[in-house]
């Protein structure tokens, strides 16, 4: 079967620190990848997808970035974080293309502060 | 924006129906509709899609109406697990979720 984790958990930075989370999916191969963020009360905000290995479409422009260094690794990045990034990042990912279902990871709770 | 209009907020009482309604007034004939929730700090748990037809699976039923412009999920027997935030997507090229509906399953 397959699992998608997601780490850290939770995180506090500091405004103006870097950010690394990371996504892995395990037991299927060549997945679509997603990277969501939802703010406190808020829907879902696609943010990145891809389609395989070093390939990343953007949603919405920020001071985020995404890599897809390996087929089942998805990594969200900022070199410096601002106060409007704190929020809930969503990994997830599908067989087909971004119409089909979407399997989530636990996410992880990013505050900055 | 999201394609699908929810109502913010319904109550239900644990071990009867609940009947989730959506909106999708411009759905074009090849999109789905699928449905998710999210309960508390958790990721969106897929629940079931359709395009025309009724469906059903283990955790709920999706009937469509035959304009296809709306949609009721339906978990026929609501429990307390079934507490969380349910969103009702249309999507062809690309998924946006929109503000889904926070459903309450009252003891």
């Known amino acids: 079967s397959q699992t998608i984790h997601q780490w850290p958990a939770t995180l506090v930075q500091p405004v103006g620190s870097p950010l690394s989370l990371e996504c892995t999916v395990e037991?299927?191969?060549?997945?679509?990848l997603y990277w969501y963020r939802q703010a406190a009360g808020r829907g879902l905000q696609l943010l990145f997808y891809?389609?395989?290995?070093?390939?990343i479409s953007s949603e919405v422009p920020q001071n985020l970035s995404a890599s897809r260094p390996q087929d089942r690794q998805f990594i969200l990045s900022s070199k410096k974080l601002l106060l409007s990034d704190s929020g809930f990042y969503l990994c997830?990912?599908?067989?087909?293309?971004?119409?089909?279902?979407?399997?989530f990871g636990p996410g992880t709770r990013l505050t900055v502060l | 924006d999201a394609k699908t209009t929810q109502p913010t907020s319904m109550d239900c009482a644990e071990g009867r129906a609940a009947n989730l309604p959506c909106n999708h007034s411009t759905i074009s004939g090849n999109e789905y509709v699928y449905w998710y929730r999210q309960i508390h700090s958790q990721g969106p748990q897929y629940i079931i899609h359709?395009?025309?037809n009724n469906e059903t699976n283990e955790m709920a039923s999706l009937i469509i109406t035959e304009d296809r412009k709306s949609s009721t999920l339906i978990l026929p027997h609501a429990t307390l697990r079934d507490t969380a935030v349910y969103y009702c997507?249309?999507?062809?090229?690309?998924?946006?979720f929109g503000p889904g509906t926070s459903l309450s399953v009252i003891p």
């Open positions: 037991g299927t191969s060549n997945p679509n």
């Open positions: 997507i249309v999507y062809y090229d690309k998924v946006i």
């Open positions: 359709g395009l025309k």
């Open positions: 891809s389609v395989g290995i070093g390939q």
């Open positions: 997830a990912w599908s067989v087909d293309s971004h119409t089909d279902t979407q399997y």
